[in-house]
């Protein structure tokens, strides 16, 4: 049993399609705190909420509360009544405390202390009223916010605290008061002046200035655009609405008649599944998404079909640019080309027949929409196996005769259609720049009497365009989801997706079609 049909058996966290997580059960517990704590707000009582169970998010939960609500749900939000509070108060608050944190912090009544540093751990613990329990900050999270509310700091108010820190409101108000913080108090805590020498202290306090000033001037940037939203809004309020005004009923255009659209010109379409990394293996837990072979599947045969859907007709024919790392791995071992290891979802020999089967999938889906000629490049992931696909789909589709599989090994390849020379290659080891050129190298004949010519590669996982030295060059997105380098590195801001680009056979490159993945 996999993690996620075990996550779905027990009743837990279910994951979606794309892998991201949907936590059900969310109305027993707001029914359960509902009335069991004092929240300021809708807004407070679903950030506690998303404290308890992280799995849904504070909008997912807010959103909660008002279905629950609506259910017939009631709840009654308390306002802080700014009364300071009396040493009565603070008592009962500190009889709240459970008793092991009295025995461990030697808590005896009635005293009033609600703060206890614990030196060995570096750890402030704090009772706080509002979440009916103890708080345990870390030493360095506790230093930075007295500096953050403090005048030598950015001075941020108890709402700024709480967004900053991620507490709810309640409990940040709490907390400031068990330490007795004020705007005008020294950055530095009772523990860091007996512990640290005048030099060090003095550096803190420049660093804290260094740091407020940035945060001030962040705030002003900030105030700045809020008023240009606001002068906006002004200018929409006493001009547009008037002008909307004089437009009266008189003044709408005429109905017109349909235009004869007519029937299209030949055109090609090129889908390139580039970059699917079929067999890579990805935990949400550790990257953020969830990836495998099933999951490449889902991924490529549902955007497929979303781009078929979406074309202005029949194309003449469809260019299948295939390989070009459909593979994750080159071998047995489990590693690239270049022997580097990489993290898989199933075992090689798996990857490599399963990763066959459904590149004949897609090609079979797509037959009944025009002729098809299949395209190979060899990516540097797996330059080995795309051959052996290729050889497989050559051997599969050899008699088949709307079918063209080129046997041709090069990383570089070429088709001329009508009034275009159109090259594919992965986009390693060669500059995107650096492709119009060669193509005038190396297909100098058709170079000079095709008006048009286009390059296609992948490699980098993210769209662009250029135009390059009288060619048009396309980087292809990927399908793939993030594996663990790629997280690392911080190379998760591309979207996936796949792509198909309609070539005209005399006017060429007229457009484009972009499938994101849901």
């Known amino acids: 049993m996999t993690k996620i049909q075990h996550d779905q058996a027990a009743g837990g966290p279910k994951r979606n399609f794309s892998g991201r997580v949907k936590f059900k059960g969310g109305q027993e517990l707001i029914t359960k705190y509902a009335n069991d704590r004092d929240f300021e707000s809708e807004s407070a009582f679903a950030r506690f909420l998303n404290e308890i169970e992280p799995t849904r998010s504070v909008d997912g939960w807010r959103n909660a509360i008002g279905r629950w609500k609506k259910a017939g749900g009631q709840i009654t939000y308390t306002v802080w009544n700014g009364r300071k509070k009396t040493k009565e108060d603070r008592i009962q608050d500190v009889a709240k405390v459970p ?24 750890m402030y613990v704090t009772f706080v009223p509002s979440a009916d329990r103890m708080v345990h900050i870390e030493g360095e999270q506790h230093r930075k916010m007295r500096i953050d509310y403090s005048d030598t700091g950015p001075r941020l108010t108890v709402e700024q605290m709480s967004i900053k820190y ?12 068990a330490h007795e913080w004020k705007h005008p108090m020294s950055p530095h805590t009772d523990e860091e002046i007996l512990d640290k020498s005048e030099d060090e202290l003095v550096f803190d306090y420049i660093e804290a200035k260094r740091t407020a000033v940035q945060e001030r001037a962040k705030r002003s940037y900030q105030a700045s655009n809020s008023k240009k939203a606001i002068k906006w809004d002004n200018f929409e309020e006493e001009i547009l609405n008037d002008f909307r005004k004089h437009l009266s009923k008189d003044h709408i255009p ?43 599947r889902g991924r490529l045969i549902n955007r497929t079909h979303n781009l078929i859907n979406r074309l202005p007709g029949n194309p003449e024919k469809l260019i299948i640019a295939t390989g070009s790392d459909w593979f994750h791995i080159d071998n047995y ?7 580097t290891p990489q993290d898989m979802s199933v075992s090689p020999t798996q990857i490599f027949m399963d990763g066959c089967f459904l590149a004949r999938e897609h090609i079979e889906m797509l037959r009944g929409v025009a002729p098809i000629e299949v395209i190979f490049g060899r990516g540097n ?49 060669v500059s995107g720049l650096d492709l119009p050129a060669l193509m005038a190298d190396e297909m100098w004949e058709e170079w000079g009497n ?69």
């Not at 071992?333 to 022997?339: D, I, N």
């Open 99 to 122: 008793k092991e944190f009295r025995e461990k912090y030697a808590i005896n009544l009635p005293t009033t202390s609600l703060k206890y540093y614990d030196k060995e751990a570096d």
């Open 166 to 177: 991620e507490l709810p409101t309640l409990w940040m108000r709490d907390y400031i008061r």
């Open 254 to 296: 005429e109905k017109k008649e349909k235009i004869d659209l007519g029937k299209a010109s030949p055109f090609a379409v090129v889908i390139s599944p580039t970059d699917l990394h079929f067999g890579a293996g990805a935990w949400v837990d550790e990257t953020g998404e969830h990836y495998d072979t099933e999951e490449a």
């Open 333 to 339: 071992e489990g590693s690239t080309t270049k022997m």
């Open 381 to 429: 992931h797996d330059r080995q196996m795309s051959l052996a696909l290729m050889l497989y789909l050559h051997a599969v589709y050899e008699n088949v005769e709307d079918v063209e599989v080129t046997l041709n090994p090069m990383l570089r390849q070429y088709i001329v259609w009508g009034n275009n020379i159109i090259g594919f290659t992965h986009g390693d080891g």
């Open 450 to 518: 095709c008006k048009h010519k286009v390059w296609f590669h992948g490699h980098l996982h993210h769209q662009k365009t250029l135009e390059k030295g009288g060619a048009m060059v396309i980087q292809l997105p990927s399908l793939a989801g993030n594996d663990r380098w790629h997280y690392r590195k911080g190379h998760v801001l591309s979207r996936p997706g796949l792509m198909a680009h309609l070539i005209d056979k005399e006017l060429g490159l007229i457009g484009n079609l972009f499938a994101p993945v849901e």
